[in-house]
């Protein structure tokens, strides 16, 4: 009789029936955001992040839209997300179980300057958003599981460290200014404005006259340069504004009133499409 790990027989079963979310901060890396999910039906709204999103599928495969591209992928494939890349996500056919990390520019700043000896100029991004590297996604996915766990500080940092170095110095490269033109002019301004207004009842009439183009352009030329409409960028803004105030302890109700929201259940079904969990959940870690 053949002789398997427990780790073994856990991956060779199916995915359970039901949808389940841990969510926790890692302390030791500046409270970075990590998640860990099995989904059958939850599809992720159209969003982005102010901090890198880094992960691996473990079982099953998502269907994902980043930046206009849309794949399937599954175990072996990374997601290597950077800060304000618009992406979303839905379950394939028999639904995944993945993992994920939410590091900061200046954390992951800090590793790469440790790895290298040297001071960072400009902005580390990632060129491949879903590269195919079953080495690194093992790394990663171990690396995940003692943090989860409670692994021994030395080792769960030491694992983590290696492999944030490791997705950067084989799959990251620096950001390059983009030239400026009369529309991303234009949609520059009004990604500005929504931005500062966040919290406003804004029209559609107003963001036309920032920009200096009809509605119909405007929206045209905004989704053509975010991957996003104003509406569903300014939901984003409130969501992260959000994050922030729900992590200095605001309830959801205040965080609701607070972020422009019509109440708190509009905005718990947004906050869940964004994040994959309820504002209770993720205020309470």
Same mark, same amino acid.
């Given at each position: ?148 766990? @409670?692994?021994?500080?030395? &080792? ?9 170095? +490791?997705? %950067?110095? /084989? *799959? ?76 200095? @302890?605001?309830?959801?109700? &205040? ?9 708190? +259940?509009? %905005?718990? /079904? *947004? ?15």
């Amino acid at each position: 009789m053949q002789s398997v790990s427990q780790k073994q027989a856990a991956d060779e079963m199916p995915l359970s029936g039901f949808e389940e979310t841990r969510f926790w901060r890692a302390s030791r890396f500046g409270g970075m955001e990590c998640l860990s999910a099995t989904f059958h039906t939850h599809e992720y709204a159209l969003h982005a992040h102010d901090t890198f999103s880094i992960g691996a599928i473990e079982k099953g495969s998502q269907i994902a839209t980043i930046r206009g591209t849309r794949e399937e992928t599954g175990p072996g494939d990374l997601y290597l997300i950077n800060p304000g890349d618009v992406h979303d996500g839905a379950p394939g056919e028999a639904g995944y179980r993945y993992r994920m990390i939410y590091p900061d520019a200046q954390l992951v700043t800090n590793v790469l300057e440790d790895v290298s000896g040297r001071s960072l100029h400009g902005m580390p991004s990632f060129a491949a958003r879903l590269p195919r590297d079953p080495q690194l996604s093992a790394a990663f996915t171990h690396a995940h599981r003692m943090m989860e766990a @409670g692994a021994g500080q030395l &080792e769960s940092d030491e694992s983590m460290f290696r492999v944030l170095a +490791a997705l %950067f110095l /084989r *799959h990251g490269s620096m950001v390059l200014p983009q030239l400026a033109t009369r529309e991303r002019s234009a949609v520059d301004r009004v990604r500005d404005y929504l931005t500062a207004h966040f919290d406003s009842d804004i029209g559609l009439d107003e963001l036309a006259r920032i920009a200096g183009l009809s509605r119909a352009h405007m929206i045209r030329a905004f989704r053509r340069e975010f991957f996003i409409t104003p509406h569903a960028f300014l939901t984003d803004l409130r969501i992260r504004e959000a994050r922030r105030l729900l992590r200095l @302890g605001q309830s959801p109700a &205040e965080v609701a009133l607070a972020c422009g929201f019509a109440d708190q +259940a509009h %905005f718990t /079904r *947004h906050f869940k499409a964004r994040t994959g969990i309820t504002p209770g959940q993720f205020r309470r870690r």
